[in-house]
C-alpha cells in the first residue's frame, strides 16, 4: 500500500541480545557515541536489543529526546549504524522510515530486504553489515521534528518484531510539503501479518 506522510506544518522480555540501531541514537539508548540529556523523569533502557511485546506499542519510548540525535538533508546520502555485539539471527526484512507524527504513520525511505545484517543468506547470528548507507528522498519534507524508524523482522527463531525509532532535523531546499511511500508495517505483533520462519526461504514475508 502506498502511503503520503507530510510535515506538521503541511497537515495543520527476552533476555538474549539481538541487534539494536544506534546511529542515529534511537531513545534512550545508554550505547550510542553521543546522546542528548534524558528528559525529566526517563531514564536509559538498556533493553534496546529486546523484542516488541506482541499487543503493546511499536516503540518502546513515544517519548522524544529533547534534541535532535542527527540533522539529514532530502537528496543526501545517510548512515545508519548497528551495534556490533546482537545477535543478528540469520537476517530477515529491515524496512527504515521517516515520520512527522511521533510514528503514528511513517512512510518508507529504504528497505533491505531478505538478507539484512547479511551479505549473502547465512544462518548465524554473528553480523556481517552493521551500517547501510542510502540517500535520503529529495522530496521529503523539511522538519525541526522528524522521526527516523527501524523496523526488522527476523528470518530465524521465535516470531519478533524488532523496532528503533530516533529524533532528527530534515532539511529540504526544494520546499516539498509531502512524501509518498509505502507505509511501514510492524510484522509479528497485534494487528499485522505474523511472518513464519524463513527455513532457507528468503522470500517469506515479501
Known amino acids: 500500500m502506498m502511503f503520503k506522510i507530510a510535515s506538521a506544518a503541511a497537515l495543520v522480555s527476552s533476555v538474549a541480545a539481538h541487534m539494536a540501531m544506534n546511529e542515529p541514537c534511537p531513545r534512550f539508548s545508554p550505547n550510542c557515541a553521543t546522546q542528548p540529556k534524558l528528559p525529566a523523569g526517563q531514564s536509559y533502557n538498556h533493553n534496546v536489543k529486546d523484542p516488541i511485546a506482541y499487543d503493546g506499542p511499536v516503540f518502546m519510548s513515544d517519548v522524544p529526546w529533547p534534541q535532535p540525535v542527527a540533522s ?10 548497528f551495534q556490533a555485539d546482537g545477535a543478528a539471527h540469520g537476517g530477515g526484512h529491515c524496512q527504515f522510515a521517516i515520520s512527522y507524527d511521533n510514528g503514528k504513520t511513517a512512510a518508507i525511505v529504504h528497505k533491505v530486504m531478505k538478507h539484512c545484517f547479511f551479505n549473502n543468506p547465512l544462518d548465524s547470528n554473528n553480523a556481517e553489515v552493521l551500517k547501510y548507507t542510502f540517500t535520503l ?9 522528524a522521526q527516523f524508524i527501524w523496523i526488522w523482522t527476523n528470518a530465524v527463531g521465535d516470531r519478533e518484531l524488532y523496532t528503533g525509532i530516533s529524533d532528527i532535523t530534515i ?19 497485534a494487528g499485522y501479518d505474523t511472518i513464519p520462519a524463513f527455513n532457507g526461504d528468503y522470500t517469506t514475508g515479501l
Do not use: L, M
Not at 529540504?172 to 509479528?188: D, L, R, V
Open 72 to 81: 539529514w538533508t532530502a537528496g543526501q546520502p545517510v548512515t545508519v549504524r
Open 137 to 145: 528522498p529529495a522530496d521529503v519534507p523539511a522538519s525541526s521534528n
Open 171 to 189: 532539511a529540504n531546499s526544494g520546499g516539498s510539503k509531502s512524501y509518498t511511500g509505502k507505509s511501514a508495517i510492524y510484522p509479528n505483533h
